[in-house]
């Protein structure tokens, strides 16, 4: 078993900043992929950015791109989303996830792990 734990969630003004923490723990030497996901107030979850746990090579959905950026930390088990110049549509509940998988990462379908969520409010 994989456990995620988030933190970094806030309030912020459009425009702002935050970054978002996961910190991997249990058997993280099974993971292949670890990535975010988000899901505002009546929509469905969506998929924000994933990176390969190792290699680092990472993969953004186009309506983050060049805003929002996924990386590692391999030796604290922990991944990272730098989110810059915040929209008021980026408040969402941000889940951290992990998988075995690569492509069942990217696209959301029965992914193994889930962290707790955290809340991203963006003020305009």
């Known amino acids: 078993q994989v456990q995620l734990v988030e933190s970094g969630g806030g309030l912020v003004q459009a425009g702002g900043s935050l970054r978002l923490s996961c910190a991997a723990s249990?058997?993280?030497?099974?993971?292949?992929?670890m990535g975010w996901f988000r899901q505002a107030p009546g929509k469905q979850r969506e998929f924000v950015a994933a990176?390969?746990?190792?290699?680092?090579?990472?993969y953004h959905a186009d309506s983050v791109k060049g805003r929002f950026t996924a990386s590692r930390e391999y030796a604290k088990s922990t991944v990272y989303l730098q989110m810059n110049s915040l929209k008021p549509e980026d408040t969402a509940v941000y889940y951290c996830?992990?998988?075995?998988?690569?492509?069942?990462?990217?696209?959301?379908?029965?992914?193994?792990?889930w962290g707790q969520g955290t809340q991203v409010t963006v003020s305009s």
């Open positions: 249990g058997r993280t030497f099974s993971i292949y992929s």
């Open positions: 990176i390969n746990w190792r290699g680092g090579d990472t």
């Open positions: 996830a992990a998988d075995h998988s690569w492509d069942a990462l990217v696209k959301g379908n029965n992914v193994d792990y």
